[in-house]
């Protein structure tokens, strides 16, 4: 049976289970309360948090609703626990027409199989974005035909059960492209209408995936202001301090853990060992100006985007010791961390990041680490400070893989040569990461190219230990 509940109308029902005609409120509903840019993310394995947006000053239910300056859309969020984990629901968005599906986390301990998506620096695809053509010192166009990573994830929608975009999230900032004749002329006195385009765009497109797999997030410098921190006098007081982004993600982001820490990481993601198996993810902040020392993007620093301060000093590396000394590894024997900027990979390299956070994933064992940032794809091998171990033979320190290849507007990276030492393979191609969780021991990659699904790197990271589940 359909019951409603704040926002959303749910049901209790497995995927083969008849559906009752979905229910709306004529007194509120109408053409313009229809809800759009759904996104689920993972609240615990008992949970899921929805966010959607409507058209501002219109109705909206919903725990948090929020907007900003410059912003035409509500942000509502709304939080559904106390539901069973692992298991499919069917959803409908009051004043919506149509019915979704998800599946809730495993619950730790869990020792089936699975597999996520992860990509990095995804924006939006066609005129607004990355599409067949390119504009000034731009390259990379896409080809007639060739898919875009958003139409990849969904025809192999089936192959994972989430999403992980590791930061640079709609390059609502590439309306400043549009000023210099990149895609169309801009219109600089707007109050923010291009920038806020743009982001809608992106929402727009994202929601096929991110309405039916809950979509898990970190921030990129790109979410930080209207100009990726060349000239901030320019951003207007929603265009800034990753302001967007907040909105967007207020439940991923929202630290229940950690409230003095909104940009640190999604809480329910890092608290829940989500998706409750055997993999525990956490995500840190390699980008803005949070707390840790010499952060890349204070005021003169590599980015500038002289954004924050979200926390007091130091609270990002006391919270990623914490929620890593928390893992229990009998029943999560794996342990994966992203961040934005990568310091293993052949061209700049984040050093700060290093510093910040290498001795931490060395410490308490990290399997794994993504990053995106930059425009390619490079698999490494298990590092310990630089120096290299083989990825099948029970590592002891983190495997590094860079994908930052999803979809920037002007194109790829060129990384340098020769490639670094720990260097197992690069790919100059848009696409995506599947990554498979098959038991304790053996967790495998494929690198996907968007264009046509074709797999071009496969490796498993192979640990000698005892499962216990
Ligand atoms: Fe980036």
New binding site residues.
Partial sequence: MFFPLRVITVVVAFATAALAAPRANPDRCNENTAPFQIRLAYAGDSGMAFSKNGILNRFARSDISTTYPTSSTYNNHVVITGLQSDTTYYYMPECGNQTYTFKTARRAGSSTEFSFAMVG?MGTFGPYGLSTTVGKGASNPLKPGEKTTIESLMTLKDSYDFVWHV??IAYADAWLKEKGGYISPVNQTDGGAEYDKILNEFYDQVEEISSIRPYMVGP???EANCDNGSDLDICLPGQLNFTGYRAHWKFVLNAYLCPACPLLSPAEWRTSGIPGTTVRCTSSNS?PKTDFPNAPDEPGGEGDEDAGPFAPSGSQLAWLKKDLASVDRKKTPWVIASG??PWYVSTTECLECQAAFEPLLLQYGVDLVLH??KHFYESHAAIDNGTAQEIDADPTAPWYIVN?AAGHYDGLDTPSLPYVPTSRKVITLYGWSLFTVHNCTHLSTQFIASGNNSILDTATLIKDRNCYC
């Fill in positions: 620096d930061g640079d990129g410098n790109h980008t934005h900027r995106g940032h930052g």
